[in-house]
T-cell receptor, first 114, second 114 residues
Framework: GENVEQHPSTLSVQEGDSAVIKCTYSDSASNYFPWYKQELGKGPQLIID?????GEKKDQRIAVTLNKTAKHFSLHITETQPEDSAVYFCAAIFQGGGADGLTFGKGTHLIIQP | NAGVTQTPKFRVLKTGQSMTLLCAQDMNHEYMYWYRQDPGMGLRLIHY???????AKGEVPDGYNVSRLKKQNFLLGLESAAPSQTSVYFCASSSGTVSNQPQHFGDGTRLSIL
């Protein structure tokens, strides 16, 4: 099955700086890579995703990059703000996976220092 | 617009007791999921359903049962609770498979087994 490794487990950055979270996956057939943000006491919320036919995708201050050869993908947050503080999860789905095909990383606790 | 609603939000059980967690969605989604979230473990899929009357096992199904008698509801049951089932439980729904449609999560049920 798919295995997703996520690093770092905790990341502290100064407000206004950039934050990068990295994930690697094991199944070369994986073709969909979503990122979720989870605020304290809430459920995860999809913030951005990327498919295997694209190398980069941006949405305002958030971007995701994908390196299929190296089997890793990263979340980039620029000009970080206090509201970016949360736990971020990456996930991957293997090709052909149905409803049960999504595997999550263990999460990164992002702390934005004022 | 309620989205995905989980009941109850908190519960404490004694070992051996039984209980049912309720998930309700008002988005007319076909797919529904139950996950558990443990510290340092990310999200792990327990059971899922691809439509009314159907259920299937996920990654960690042992000790749990589910039912999807109505399209909008997905119930998770613990027949004989064990301390290892202490966790935060999240329900999610989507209009299609995880590779085509995003999952919408509830805010979780925090369950403690003493």
């Amino acid at each position: 099955g798919e295995n997703v490794e996520q690093h770092p487990s905790t990341l502290s950055v100064q407000e206004g700086d950039s934050a990068v979270i990295k994930c690697t996956y094991s199944d070369s057939a994986s073709n969909y890579f979503p990122w979720y943000k989870q605020e304290l006491g809430k459920g995860p919320q999809l913030i951005i995703d990327i498919r295997s036919n694209v190398g980069e995708k941006k949405d305002q201050r958030i971007a995701v990059t994908l390196n299929k050869t190296a089997k890793h993908f990263s979340l980039h947050i620029t000009e970080t703000q206090p509201e970016d503080s949360a736990v971020y999860f990456c996930a991957a789905i293997f090709q052909g996976g149905g409803a049960d095909g999504l595997t999550f990383g263990k999460g990164t606790h992002l702390i934005i220092q004022p | 617009n309620a989205g995905v609603t989980q009941t109850p939000k908190f519960r404490v059980l004694k070992t051996g007791q039984s209980m049912t967690l309720l998930c309700a969605q008002d988005m007319n989604h076909e797919y529904m999921y139950w996950y558990r979230q443990d510290p340092g473990m990310g999200l792990r899929l327990i059971h899922y359903s691809v439509g009314e009357g159907t259920t299937a096992k996920g990654e960690v199904p042992d000790g749990y049962n589910v039912s999807r008698l109505k399209k909008q509801n997905f119930l998770l049951g613990l027949e004989s609770a064990a301390p290892s089932q202490t966790s935060v439980y999240f329900c999610a729904s989507s209009s299609g498979t995880v590779s085509n449609q995003p999952q919408h999560f509830g805010d979780g049920t925090r369950l403690s087994i003493l």
